[in-house]
């Protein structure tokens, strides 16, 4: 079955740089496109950054409270993304999961992802 597992996230000081990893298996990892996605204490699920399927073309989408600062990637070699997130500030802190979908039209909404992780944290203090 298809198992997303995120690592990376952690304790940090605001202004510092964490990245964090999503590693696919149970999927052809080059044919779908990814997304970070977080979730704050007593908030709902907010969209963070999503990459096309292909290395080229399709690109990348960001929310604009992460634009700049964050920079969404992936290997489909390794079947592995990323998110390299500087400048971090104490409203980024949250549980970060990474989701993946079959269909190639890049997306903020979460209902459009079928699968899952079961997310890291990422706590910034000030």
């Known amino acids: 079955q298809v198992q997303l597992v995120e690592s990376g996230g952690g304790l940090v000081q605001a202004g510092d740089s964490l990245r964090l990893s999503c590693t696919a298996s149970?999927?052809?990892?080059?044919?779908?496109?990814m997304a970070w996605f977080r979730q704050a204490p007593g908030k709902e699920r907010e969209f963070v950054s999503a990459i096309s399927w292909s290395y080229s073309g399709g690109g990348e989408l960001y929310h604009d409270a992460v634009k700049g600062r964050f920079t969404i990637s992936r290997d489909n070699n390794k079947s592995a993304m990323y998110l390299q997130m500087n400048s971090l500030k104490r409203e980024d802190t949250a549980v970060y999961y990474c989701a993946a979908d079959l269909v190639t039209r890049l997306t903020p909404v979460a209902t459009e992802y079928d699968f899952w992780g079961q997310g890291t944290q990422v706590t910034v203090s000030s």
């Open positions: 149970g999927l052809i990892f080059g044919q779908y496109k």
